[in-house]
């Protein structure tokens, strides 16, 4: 097998993730891309990639279905599947791979076009360039309820303004309760069961912060860009629609907190 392949089974071991023994395919072809039947879909409110046009499906396993019970955290049957291509002015570079296993955890691959765009093979684990490594996918990935990010009823169903789908998008995977930067206190995933509490809860969170969010989607330094991820180049026109949102918010009245004057 070759290192590539060996060394995210060492890291999952070694970190005692779920699914670590199994091996990832070499090709897209045998992750089932074409063989596969597969429904294409288009998040609402998408990630930021630095301007790449991006394509995405989704295959379930024949006669199985998603359990959409709880609305934020939908239950994807084991063997789902789910691709997302990236092209680059008119050329694909890359299509990233998620699969929920048999003992229900998940995995990630992200798999390399040739020039021609005629096969894409699987990335090296530790990533090159702006591709990401596999322990980045578990970084954005995992932190959230469910993995599969754009497949939501926040993402296909809630009509959320459009500041704050930008936000659960680009920042929200992360900044919730449960992720991997809960402890700085920015609520910014929005809800589908409460779009109004989590609306006014993003909004509570933000406006104290607002400068420092602002400073860090503008910032070019690696080290201090949000999001930290996958981005080189500053989103002009979604930092500008958050920063609209802000002003707008910060020149409405704070909600009253009951006490007497």
């Not at 992750?31 to 294409?40: D, M, N, R, S, V």
């Not at 090296?124 to 578990?138: F, V, W």
């Amino acid at each position: 097998m070759a290192m590539g392949n060996i060394l995210p089974l060492l890291l999952a071991a070694a970190l005692g993730l779920p699914g670590a023994a199994a091996a990832l395919p070499p090709r897209l072809e045998d992750t089932g891309f074409e063989a596969l039947e597969k429904t294409p879909f288009t998040p609402r409110h998408a990630l930021w990639s630095d301007g790449s046009a991006k394509r995405r499906w989704l295959h379930l396993p024949r006669g199985s279905a998603i359990d959409t019970a709880q609305p934020d955290a939908w239950e994807f049957p084991r063997g789902t599947r789910a691709w997302k291509e990236f092209s680059e002015n008119g050329r694909k570079v890359e299509t990233r791979y998620i699969e929920r296993l048999a003992d229900g955890s998940w995995r990630y691959a992200t798999y390399l076009w040739n020039r021609e765009g005629t096969q894409a093979v699987l990335a090296p684990a530790e990533g090159l360039g702006k591709i990401p490594s596999r322990t980045d996918c578990l970084a954005c990935h995992e932190g959230a309820p469910v993995p599969i990010l754009g497949y939501s009823a926040v993402q296909l169903e809630a009509l959320l303004p459009p500041a704050l789908g930008y936000l659960h998008a680009n920042c929200g995977h992360c900044h919730n309760d449960t992720g991997p930067l809960a402890n700085v206190e920015l609520a910014l995933a929005q809800r589908a069961a409460a779009p109004a509490q989590s609306a006014a809860r993003t909004r509570a969170t933000v406006l104290p912060r607002a400068a420092d969010l602002l400073r860090k989607m503008r910032s070019s330094y690696a080290l201090t860009r949000m999001p930290p991820l996958g981005v080189t180049i500053p989103d002009a026109e979604g930092i500008a629609l958050v920063a609209r949102w802000i002003q707008e918010q910060e020149q409405q009245p704070r909600p009253s907190t009951g006490a007497s004057p």
